[in-house]
């Protein structure tokens, strides 16, 4: 029997199963993947990234504990948590945050957690985030907070993934780190100073509001709509959401936390369902949406597409070109052509 | 006429034109790169990596400054220095690195600068740096230092492409530094703490040592090797190599440095090379070179095929397709089921 009817059904052994088998990619968990599919697009993808020190993982930690717990006119949000480790390719990394969270967030069956490491390629990477994201969302958590270590290409493919983006700053990380704001900053659409005690404070911020005009929102989006532009140009999409409230424009907003001792949770909480509103309401979430399957299929194709390309060439004549390449008889792009017009 | 035969003269403007031509993967850039292929395989490839606020920029500055102007009893190296920054993917970043560098080591003709920022895909920046780096060991850089930003998997596949491999730290960089340090240590030959006039150094040394132990470097190389071990058993290659000193082992120093200062950096230049005189002592050099050119080759052969297949279908087959995902009347997978089914 497929694991696509019990996890629709809340059983969370079969859940973790599930995603076991969406790890090791077998066709058992593809199979009930392609059954889940028509039950996702309920739930609010939120992206959480930062570089190492920020506090990341105690502020995802609390935020799941506001969703629980929230204020009395509130009802609580069934939680998912993916924590996405791309540091460690060689032997995956992602072990230790797991048990400690455990001990915090611990039989809630409203809350499920899953880190991972990298394996193989970053495209692989995404492309199990995605799929893992999914089957949470068709097994009814309603939001899905997914948490990524770093400010490189990694975090951006993440969190292409996401509706909503937080960025989490620290104070006095170090002085170069202006440069790579301005790249971050691109995806945010709430902006996090946690470990607000420190001393710096007030620098953090003032960097962070002077890289975030360089920075402009609007811009981001067009840009981001243009990556997938071989398939569809700009302007077929913004007549197709003529009709929405597209002069709606979000600011990211600032806010400032100290984790881990819950201060300002409350205030990111609610910033991020604003976000989730004005989405609905300009229009954005069946941009973004679009925008993110389009991403997720590119990534599916380029993996497929190399996986049959393998199986389809015998290995001993991989091994030989690849020697004319150390032998500089052979350049790499040569090699492709060679390897390729042979097995087409 | 093509660019190669200026190249090969040691004409810096068509350096720098065929190196435009590479970055925007031009039909010329491609002769180019293909007649210049020969001459490559001299170079020794230093990578540089570590987290924002190390001082990477600075330490590179100053190794090149070094090896510019030797011991008398040195003779200079002729120095490339690639700048990636992959953290700006959409409007490109590694804007004023440029420029800063200019004014310290302008107007000298044995060193060549290029700064790159991230284009579309990891793959693509990778293939792309792998490129600009081979066009600059056919010129005659003897050694070529190429920088990155991060702590993530673009970092490693960068450093998948150098010879030897030099991870910066920094004192006081954060409290969970330690979680991405166990991976990133597992791709370093030598360990820089820059900034080493800063508190916290001795803590920032014992972390490191601490860690060292546990991504023991001939774990690293097995590891390597493996995940191309699709196309050739570790087997056959540690065989192939046995003839060699394959019982000279490299231990990673931890060396400590003030960059902005000039504090320290003979000896991380000293170390540079005694790790290249380890490589070629032990058989090492020829197995990363092969490992080196048979990732770049999977890295080609992967953005060739997705490209081909892009061309080979109609765009409105796509917007279609991805339509029926929108819809949730396909999955993705099924998508690409549906969509390889029909191009070939």
Request: aromatic content about 4%; proline content about 5%.
């Amino acid at each position: 029997m497929s694991l696509a009817t019990p996890v629709l059904e809340g059983n969370r052994l079969a859940l973790a199963r599930l995603l076991t088998q969406i790890e090791n990619d077998t066709e058992a968990g593809r199979v009930a993947l392609n059954e889940l599919y028509p039950y996702t697009g309920k739930a609010h993808l939120v992206g959480v990234t930062g570089a190492p020190g920020t506090g990341k993982s105690s502020l995802v930690n609390q935020l799941a504990r506001y969703y629980r717990h929230p204020p009395e006119t509130e009802t609580a949000l069934k939680i998912g948590i993916v924590a996405v480790d791309p540091s460690s390719p060689f032997t995956g990394g992602a072990i230790l945050g797991d048990r400690v969270r455990m001990r915090d967030l611990a039989g809630d069956p409203g809350v499920f957690i899953r880190s991972m490491a990298s394996r193989g390629s970053l495209g692989g990477l995404a492309t199990t985030t995605a799929s893992i994201v999914q089957v949470m969302d068709a097994a009814g958590f309603e939001m899905i907070l997914i948490e990524t270590v770093g400010a490189g290409q990694a975090e951006v493919e993440i969190a292409r993934l996401a509706h909503t983006t937080l960025v989490i700053e620290a104070p006095g990380l170090g002085d170069d780190i202006q440069a790579i704001k301005a790249g971050i900053l691109e995806i945010a659409d709430i902006l996090v100073i946690n470990k607000a005690d420190r001393p710096g404070v007030e620098n953090a911020e003032r960097a962070l509001r002077g890289n975030l005009e360089l920075a402009h929102p609007s811009k981001r989006l067009i840009n981001m709509y243009s990556e997938t532009a071989h398939h569809a140009a700009p302007t077929v999409a913004s007549q197709h959401f003529q009709g929405e409230n597209s002069e709606l424009i979000w600011s990211p907003p600032i806010l400032k936390t100290i984790a881990t001792e819950g201060v300002g949770i409350a205030e990111v909480g609610l910033e991020i369902l604003r976000h989730y509103q004005y989405l609905v309401d300009s229009g954005e979430l069946k941009r973004r949406e679009k925008a993110r399957l389009s991403a997720e299929l590119d990534l599916l194709l380029q993996a497929t597409l190399v996986q049959r390309w393998r199986d389809s060439i015998p290995d001993n004549r991989y091994q030989h070109v690849l020697g004319q390449i150390v032998e500089r008889k052979l350049s790499p792009w040569q090699a492709v052509q060679r390897l390729l017009s042979q097995s087409t």
